[in-house]
């Protein structure tokens, strides 16, 4: 089992910047792939980025490519999402996820405009 907790959620300006970390407990952290995922209102939940356990390979989702980077602190058994000038449209719940299984209960952020 694995427990994560994202935090760091909440307003921000367009523009601005945001980081978000997701906590981990319970089995190794540095044998599980990260990832996070966002849900907006109204739509369904969707991938924005994911990190290996090494940090060795790094995916994006194109919507967010240059404004968002993951990274991963193995040694803290955290993972990280920053933001970087979000936009409006990047309103929504963040959850990360850990392998396959693994799920946060998300943080809320909401940009304005």
């Known amino acids: 089992q694995v427990q994560l907790v994202e935090s760091g959620g909440g307003l921000v300006q367009a523009g601005g910047s945001l980081r978000l970390p997701c906590a981990a407990s319970?089995?190794?952290?540095?044998?599980?792939?990260m990832a996070w995922f966002r849900q907006a209102p109204g739509k369904e939940r969707e991938f924005v980025a994911s990190?290996?356990?090494?940090?060795?390979?790094?995916s994006y989702a194109n919507s967010v490519e240059g404004r968002i980077t993951i990274s991963r602190d193995n040694a803290k058994n955290t993972a990280y999402l920053q933001m970087t000038s979000p936009k409006p449209e990047d309103t929504a719940v963040y959850y990360c996820?850990?392998?396959?299984?693994?799920w946060g209960q998300g943080t809320q952020v909401t940009v304005s405009s």
């Open positions: 319970g089995r190794a952290f540095s044998n599980y792939a």
């Open positions: 996820k850990a392998g396959r299984n693994y």
């Open positions: 990190i290996s356990w090494n940090g060795g390979v790094i």
